[in-house]
């Protein structure tokens, strides 16, 4: 692009700041329907990392769309744009040594592999919180799914619109088969070796 030129090659780099914080920077990417338990998952991880002194930074969607997402909708176009701008913070924070923890629904596999393609296949660590649709209903925690059931969403996931489950995610956890706490410590005794790889 004309008149763009990046400084990336005077910026310190990855491994300096990995070197500071005594860690690895990883992506940790839950994706699954709403209710399924991401962002409680998420807000249990990291609470878990910080206590063991490790950095981290949940990315949540509605967080997201409330900020730098905020003009953007819930089309096909849209949706894609909301998780490459997602990939792209994202990879800021890996490259800076810090572990990134993404909840968002994702519901294609096309958008998934976008956006591990953009922070690094090698950092990518993907996590399906593969929750019935049925509990993920009865929780309903917003709302969202009685509206969808009366025509007031359109294109809702899991009810008007379809998700892709993963086809071969690292891990998967149905956060209404196991208590949190269980949910959390298998999730950290496969995270923990990748972060702890600096040390």
Known sequence: MEHIYPIFDKMLTRADKEALLGQHGLMVWMTGLSGSGKSTLAIAVER???QRGILCRILDGDNIRSGI???LGFSEDDRRENIRRIAEVARLFVDTGIVT?????SPSEELRRMAAAIVGEADFFEIYVNTPLSVCEQ???KGLY??????EIREFTGVSAP???PAAPAMQ???SALPLEECVSKVLERIIPKINKTK
Do not use: H, P, S, Y
Request: proline residues 0%; glycine residues 4%.
């Open 48 to 50: 878990e990392l910080q």
């Open 69 to 71: 997402n905020n003009n």
């Open 101 to 105: 923890i993404a909840a968002f629904i």
């Open 139 to 141: 929780r309903d925690v």
């Open 146 to 151: 009685a509206k969808a059931r009366r025509g």
């Open 163 to 165: 998700f892709e489950a």
């Open 173 to 175: 956890i149905d956060t």
